[in-house]
């Protein structure tokens, strides 16, 4: 499954109490794929699907459906807060950047 660090997780759920949305769980799927692996979505939501795999980190429930569930395996949110901005990150050590970092859709061949 996916792990959320302790800041993620607080950050998620200061999101979710100022939406006034307690009873809402933290969405994570995959939108796609690119040259460096998953692309990650995340939304809130209050309806778990019957193929959801749901769990619980650091007081924040996450919700997985059953086609991203293998591409989030061993992945971590962080939320950062820094020089180069501020946001969510996912990571995932599973998929390691063999691309040349062009940022397009990979028929470049790394160009």
Known sequence: MIDITPNAATKVRELLEESGKTDHALRI???GMSCS???YGMALDNEPRE?????EFNGV????????????EGA???YVD???GRGFTVSNPNYVSE???????CSCGGH
């Open 51 to 55: 193929d959801d795999s749901v769990a």
């Open 29 to 31: 799927f995959v939108r």
């Open 99 to 105: 691309g040349g970092g062009c940022g397009g859709g």
């Open 76 to 78: 971590q949110v962080d």
């Open 37 to 39: 692996g998953p692309a």
């Open 82 to 84: 820094g020089l180069m």
């Open 61 to 72: 429930r996450i919700l997985v459906d059953a086609m991203s569930a293998q591409y989030v």
